[in-house]
């Protein structure tokens, strides 16, 4: 099997293992995102700078509406880095992150390094969803 056909293989069993319908747009995107069977952390911006370079150019918007569908499928976690940007991260089980700052990239922690010795007790009526853990790092 090419690679090219083992990207679109495995993309698209990643959409319709999910429940997603493996749209032109959609296979296009994961072929980017999981393609190759890596993790990777990316911003709408540089997924959509990413179909620039292949024949298969997607619009931001799409890009936007996609990863939105990704999330709400499970399929990539949204990481919210200072609240004016996101990051998307294909590993979805619960991991801390690296933000470099002066690059501007997300990467993955070493999860086996972070204990949480406790929370604070949440509000009544309310259950602690999740906890993200973002590390920023500057060169000094």
């Known amino acids: 099997m090419s690679v090219t056909n083992e990207k679109t293989r ?3 069993e990643w959409l319709t293992g999910a429940g997603l319908r493996p749209t032109r747009q959609r296979v ?5 995102l999981v393609g190759d069977g890596q993790n990777r952390h990316v911003t709408a911006e540089s997924l959509h700078a990413a179909t620039e370079g292949c024949d298969k150019t997607v619009s931001l918007a799409t890009v936007y509406n996609t990863l939105r569908a990704f999330c709400d499928a499970g399929l990539i976690r949204e990481v919210m880095v200072d609240g004016t940007k996101s990051y998307f991260d294909t590993r979805v089980d619960d991991h801390p992150h690296f933000f470099w700052e002066d690059e501007r990239e997300l990467t993955d922690a070493p999860k086996e390094e972070l204990e949480i010795c406790g929370l604070p007790t949440a ?3 309310t259950e602690i969803s999740s906890v993200d853990v973002v590390i920023r790092l500057r060169k000094t």
């Open 123 to 125: 509000p009544d009526g």
């Open 10 to 12: 495995r993309s698209t």
């Open 28 to 32: 296009t995107l994961a072929e980017l």
